[in-house]
Structure formats: structure tokens, C-alpha cells
């Protein structure tokens, strides 16, 4: 791997420790599993700006590092059941070219949630959990529409990397 990519790499998954840590320090708005997704604005962007590959392996580090740094076991299961549905759902629509980095990101997070509420399902063992679904789908969307338009930002607004 050439040096180049590995600090690009670096600088990107610090980014998005950063911003996990910034996330958590955020109060909850009164409604459990509801975050802003401030780490998805690295992955939109890595995705689109280094492609699939980069966004995946961007993503999965961090959800470790996370994990090693603040994490649980469950906290774990659940953050990679997000992390890798709402990026492969992410992966799908960018490919097929009919969505912008918004409606990809929406998606995105709404993906997230319901990877997080099957993980639930499962550790839990109970399917009752499954009515939170709307609630979170919906914080997801809202979540998605702002991390979308910013991620879009700077796609367009950030000098490409010099490989």
C-alpha cells in the first residue's frame, strides 16, 4: 500500500473517531438509539471521493477502533450491524446512479437503524422491539437529509487528494 493512502486512510479514520467522540458527547434528544450519524459524513464522503473499496475499509476500522477504544461486546454487534448494512445499502444506490449523495445517505441511515433493531431483536430475543422501527426511521431520515447535504458540500468543495 503506498504511503500516500495509508495517511490518507489515517487522516480519514481519525476524522471519523473524532466525530464518533463528538457524537457522544451530544445529549440525547429524550429518545434512545437517536444520534446524528456525525461519522457517516467521512464514509458519504469517502465513498464518493475514493470509492467503494476506500469507503468500506474506512468504515469497518473505525467501527473497531471505536469498539477498542469506548465500546462493549453488544455495543459492537450493534455498531457493525449498522455500519455494514447502511454502507452496503449506501454502495447499492451510488452504483446505480439514480441517487444523490443525500438520497444515498438517507438511506444510509435509515439502513443503519434497521440493522441495529435486527441485531436488538436477536440479543434480546423478543420481535417487540420491532415497533421502535418508525421511530428510528424517521430520526434516520432527518440524520441522512443533514448528513447527505454536507456530505455533498464537500464532495464538491474539498480539493481532491493527491494520490
Not at 19 to 36: C, D, F, N, T, W
Not at 120 to 139: G, H, I, M, Q
Request: hydrophobic share 55%.
Amino acid at each position: 500500500m503506498r504511503a500516500s493512502k495509508i495517511a490518507r486512510y489515517g487522516l480519514l479514520v481519525a476524522l471519523a473517531l473524532a466525530l464518533s467522540y463528538a457524537e457522544s458527547l451530544i445529549p440525547s434528544p429524550g429518545v434512545p438509539g437517536v444520534k446524528l450519524g456525525l461519522p457517516n459524513l467521512v464514509v458519504v464522503f469517502a465513498l464518493y471521493r475514493l470509492g467503494t473499496v476506500d469507503a468500506w475499509a474506512i468504515s469497518l476500522i473505525r467501527v473497531g477502533l471505536v469498539f477498542l477504544l469506548f465500546g462493549s461486546g453488544a455495543g459492537l454487534a450493534y455498531s457493525l450491524a449498522g455500519a455494514v448494512l447502511s454502507l452496503a445499502v449506501m454502495c447499492l444506490l451510488k452504483q446505480s446512479g439514480k441517487f444523490s449523495e443525500t438520497g444515498v445517505s438517507v438511506a444510509g441511515g435509515v439502513a443503519h437503524n434497521a440493522g441495529q433493531i435486527i441485531v436488538a431483536v436477536f440479543l434480546l430475543e423478543t420481535t417487540r422491539l420491532a415497533w421502535y422501527l418508525p421511530v428510528l426511521c424517521l430520526s434516520g431520515t432527518v440524520a441522512g437529509v443533514l448528513i447527505g447535504v454536507v456530505s455533498a458540500l464537500l464532495v464538491k468543495r474539498v480539493p481532491e487528494f493527491k494520490s
